[in-house]
């Protein structure tokens, strides 16, 4: 079999199972949850307050939180390097499958084990 890491990933499909697998620990899902929502909470006070900076601001605590999730916690190298577009997309996708409580029936599809 592959190894899931040398893999190139053409598409979002084969790329969410890599994904899952480099957000194992709870501990780094959970930051990844509150920078996304804190990202969000940003965007939304950007298109109400008219201020775009909010934008930067939520780009910059949702990669914090998610880059101290990996470097300090998962203990490894955030998918984002390599994989901007489907690293971003994933991530709100892992933050709607938290929100509707689906997360660990994926992460038992993917044979992911939660540390």
Same mark, same amino acid.
């Given at each position: 079999?592959? %190894? ?10 084969? &790329?969410?199972?890599?994904?899952? *697998?480099?957000?194992?620990? %709870? ?37 914090? &939180?998610? +880059?101290? *999730? ?20 994933? %991530? +709100? ?23």
């Amino acid at each position: 079999m592959e %190894d899931l890491k040398e893999k190139e990933y053409s598409n979002l499909e084969e &790329f969410w199972p890599f994904y899952l *697998g480099e957000h194992s620990n %709870d501990t780094n899902r959970k930051l990844h949850f509150i920078g996304t929502g804190l990202g969000l909470l940003c965007l939304l006070t950007s298109i109400l307050k008219r201020k775009p900076i909010f934008l930067l601001y939520g780009l910059l605590l949702g990669y914090a &939180f998610a +880059w101290i *999730g990996h470097f300090f916690v998962e203990k490894n190298k955030p998918a984002t390097f390599k994989y901007p577009i489907k690293s971003f997309i994933s %991530d +709100w996708k892992m933050f709607y499958f938290i929100i509707s409580g689906k997360l660990n029936n994926e992460l038992e599809k993917y044979e992911i084990i939660s540390k």
